[in-house]
Nanobody
Framework: QVQLVESGGGLVQAGGSLRLSCAAS????????MRWYRQAPGKQRELVAA???????NYIDYVKGRITISRDNAQNTVYLQMNSLKPEDTAVYYC??????????????WGQGTQVTVSS
């Protein structure tokens, strides 16, 4: 019933920027932490950034300073602003969120993924 829909991926040149969006919809009681993961070919999925419902953020060291995670609670949307992109950032980016569907039940949801390709 709850769905995460991602958008904003695409092809960019090295040094360029992209802004990914992930909107949650459905029967949502509240949204707790929201995260962005990525998975490059031949590699395991890794956490890129996370943001709590209160706005506290965490980043992996590799992207720190180049990527910013933010959220709009009124729109149930999380964003990932990526600047100074490198070919190493090429991956499928996935949105993830812990969502309460009622006062007592919380589940983890995943988006379908959006491809980010950085050319050199």
């Amino acid at each position: 019933q709850v769905q995460l829909v991602e958008s904003g991926g695409g092809l960019v040149q090295a040094g360029g920027s992209l802004r990914l969006s992930c909107a949650a919809s459905g029967s949502i009681y509240s949204i707790n932490v929201m995260r962005w993961y990525r998975q490059a070919p031949g590699k395991q999925r890794e956490l890129v950034a996370a943001i709590t419902s209160g706005g506290s953020t965490n980043y992996i060291d590799y992207v720190k300073g180049r990527i910013t995670i933010s959220r709009d609670n009124a729109q149930n949307t999380v964003y990932l602003q990526m600047n100074s992109l490198k070919p190493e950032d090429t991956a499928v980016y996935y949105c993830n969120a812990g969502i309460r569907v009622s006062a007592n039940y919380e589940y983890e949801y995943w988006g379908q993924g959006t491809q980010v390709t950085v050319s050199s």
